[in-house]
């Protein structure tokens, strides 16, 4: 038999996951499958909240999906960047942590600082290699077939003010097949995606 009640054991468990509720923010600039992903995966989970997401295009699929989802999407222009205003709308909403999904935008230093190891992004191929300015979407799987690349995969990392260079935290691979088209390639490192990112971002809520 429970030591308690049944109501007061519930009651237990309500508060404690009040107390220990993880808010995340996702940024993205294209389709927002990742970030669709990652709140599919906390659906069920009361603990974890996906408070918003953010996007710098006007016309990203991921606005759409956002709505879809019942979660409040803020698209915002490059001057609220600049001006501090993104900024100021974090630290209000003072997430646990921040996750960049196809967001393809430089990250400025000040988010950096205010928010120290809590920014992670994830890049489409094994960093280092195929990473920085210019390597985002198609060029990335466009470059690891040119190279003759005979593995591909993703890159979950902690973000600096510099593209795709802050310390690795995971990293999945996956074949390349000689014949492997760069949207082939594609297709099966978004399955890598889907399939870690979510419960990477789980992982690093619980440490
Ligand atoms: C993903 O390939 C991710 O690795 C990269 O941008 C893409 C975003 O895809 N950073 P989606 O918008 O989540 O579908």
Known sequence: MSQYPIGQSYLCCAIYSVIMRRNIVIFASGSGSNAEQIVQYFHSNSSVEVSAFFTNN????VIKRGNRLGIPT???HTEAVKNGSVLAALKKI????IVLAGYLKLIPSS???AFP???INIHPALLPKHGGKGMYGMNVHKAVVENGD???GITIHYVTEAYDEGAPIFQASVP???????????????????EHFPRIVEKLLSE
Do not use: C, M, R, Y
Not at 58 to 61: D, L, R, T, V
Not at 94 to 97: G, N, Q, R, T
């Open 111 to 113: 988010w950096v600082e």
């Open 94 to 97: 003072s997430p646990d942590l």
């Open 150 to 152: 005979v593995e591909s």
């Open 58 to 61: 006007a016309k990203a699929g």
């Open 176 to 194: 390349v097949n000689s014949g492997d088209t760069p949207e082939d390639v594609q297709k099966n490192v978004q399955k890598l995606e889907h």
């Open 117 to 119: 190891n809590k920014i």
């Open 74 to 76: 803020v698209v915002f």
